[in-house]
């Protein structure tokens, strides 16, 4: 993979907007309100999901499962129902390149 995918994710309170890439090899967190990016080699990562639930118990969010020694990170998000078909095309392909390094 050469492109860079973007997955913008915007939220009713600007300072929680968010910006996820990936670029084949690294994703990259940014915004959220948080004062730290998150860098994730794939090749660190056993998988990735998510999850769409709300409710009293739940909260959608990009869980990016670890491995080999490191923790992963997991991301809450807000996205609108229109855009969680980008969403879900974000996680299939960083699992793709999982896959391919595995």
Known sequence: M???LELRLEHEQPALDGLI???GRVVESFGFNDVRSVRLPVG???GVSVSFKSGMLAQ???NFQGGKGTMG???AIEPPDEQQPEVENFVAA???AIQEQA
């Open 44 to 46: 660190l990562l056993e």
């Open 2 to 4: 050469s492109d860079l």
């Open 60 to 62: 959608p969010h990009i």
């Open 21 to 23: 890439t990936f670029d």
């Open 73 to 75: 990170y997991n991301r």
């Open 94 to 96: 960083v699992n793709d």
